[in-house]
């Protein structure tokens, strides 16, 4: 693959399970090694110097990474002892204005309010770069509401840039600004929302014999569609993820057969 995350967008990084979104991000933060290939996070190479890569990278893992005999405070005191900078006082207040006070144990929070907690961690480090591996999929609807209107504030007034990972396209719809659609480790688009949904629509797909056909999915009532590119709107973001994915999908059958 090849890609880059434009300085102040919301890109998101949307694919099915196994298509490379956590391993790209893990090796953003020294995690894992590439076999090959050139990965630079703000110009800096995790694999020779990492502590330098991941000062200037706020991270939410997939997975809760929180300690739940450990409170709120206990958290955000942690944070501030290993990032200098820690905007410990902007972290506390985020929170309370959420209805989570420092003294409450994490074990007791609800999955929405962890990941409201470790947002808030990884906004207080003020860093420049903002990676969240699929942060969305344990919150229920509102809780994922909360949380992307919590992130769009900060990355938009403080002109950062977050990389948002997804295998649901409609989980990061009301975020992104930028969409990366991954499919077994490759990159089949790479666009501006704006852009993608300029560039494309959904046509029945009988009605697509001479146009330029991306992909072909079955609808959400079982008709068969096709994503066609070319001027004029009428496909939504999840169709061309949809278009795309089925693209890269009958390729590889074809190389199969």
């Known amino acids: 693959m090849s890609l880059e995350a434009p300085r102040g967008s919301i890109t998101a990084l949307v694919g099915p399970n196994g298509a490379g979104k956590s391993t790209l991000i893990r090796a953003c933060l020294g995690f894992e090694r590439l076999d090959e290939g050139r990965l630079l996070v703000n110009g800096i190479d995790p694999r020779r110097d990492r502590t330098g890569a991941v000062a200037s990278v706020g991270y939410v893992p997939q997975r809760s990474a929180l300690y739940q005999a450990l409170s709120i405070e206990d958290h955000v005191t942690l944070a501030a002892a290993a990032r200098p900078r820690f905007n410990r006082a902007g972290a506390i207040e985020r929170l309370r204005g959420l209805g989570l006070g420092a003294q409450r144990r994490v074990g007791e929070l609800s999955g929405g309010e962890q990941a409201q907690v470790a947002l808030a961690l990884a906004l207080g480090t003020g860093a420049e770069l903002l ?27 403080r002109g ?52 330029d056909v991306v992909g ?22 999840e169709d061309i993820v949809l278009g795309y994915l089925a693209s890269a999908r009958a390729e590889r059958l074809a190389e199969v057969a």
């Open 160 to 211: 950062a840039t977050a990389v948002l990972s997804s295998h649901i396209v409609t989980d990061v719809e009301q975020a992104c600004d930028r969409l990366v659609v991954l499919a077994a480790g490759h990159v089949v688009l790479d666009d501006s929302v704006t852009d993608a949904r300029a560039r494309h629509r959904t046509v029945a797909a009988a009605d697509a014999t001479d146009l």
């Open 131 to 157: 990676l969240l591996d699929e942060p969305l999929s344990s919150l229920d609807p509102l809780a994922r509401r909360d949380f992307l209107a919590t992130l769009i504030d900060d990355v938009r007034s």
């Open 216 to 237: 072909r999915f079955g609808g959400p009532d079982g008709q068969p569609l096709a994503l066609v590119r070319g001027d004029g709107s009428g496909a939504t973001l």
